[in-house]
């Protein structure tokens, strides 16, 4: 399969006009200056209606440009069993929502080592992703999650992190961050 690429923004062009504004918006003046992609940078929280999702998919099928989600940041996939809850349902939000609105890739930070052996993480991470993507599947939500790689060595998404994750687990793939990527390798071990 050959390989293609799309360039766009993360959110909506700074010179978006005010009408229509909005995803919409950005998606429309996206076009107009050339990009093909849109990350919809819901980092904070997930906050939209179904109805919203209904316009921004239109929009991005209207205008022929792909888009992506960046979910929120603070999803841990190793976090603590307390915790784990609401960082799975700021994963699955964002899913769900991105495929309403037309999102095929779903983009998140997947966490910290909290100063464990990066293998042993894995052994938590990989359980939880796949209970993910079997949810989303059975809800019909058909994206593909996007481990991020991070720049900082504390932090789970390493290049192997995420590689091993994509390998593991079906409709996972590394979202490499070229970046993040050149910050961790200069940090050394």
Known sequence: MPLSFA????????ETPL??????GGIEFSKSLGLLALELGWVRSVRVTEAT????KAAGER??????????????LNATADEWPRSRKRLMDA????????ATDIIFHPGSYFTKDPREVLRTVLPR???????LQRNGDNVTLRPETMGK???????????????????VQPCLDFAHLHAHRAMGP
Not at 19 to 24: A, F, L, M, S
Request: aromatic share 10%; net charge negative.
């Open 63 to 76: 205008q022929g440009v792909v888009l992506s989600v960046h979910a929120p940041y603070f999803i841990n």
């Open 129 to 135: 992703l796949q209970a993910c993507v079997v949810d």
């Open 19 to 24: 009408k229509p504004g909005g995803t919409v």
């Open 53 to 56: 999702c209904a316009l921004i």
């Open 153 to 171: 060595s504390a932090m789970l998404g390493s290049f192997e992190d995420a590689v091993e994750m994509s390998r593991a687990v079906p409709h």
């Open 7 to 14: 360039f766009g923004t993360v959110g909506s062009p700074l």
């Open 95 to 102: 899913a769900h929502y991105g495929f309403l609105a037309g």
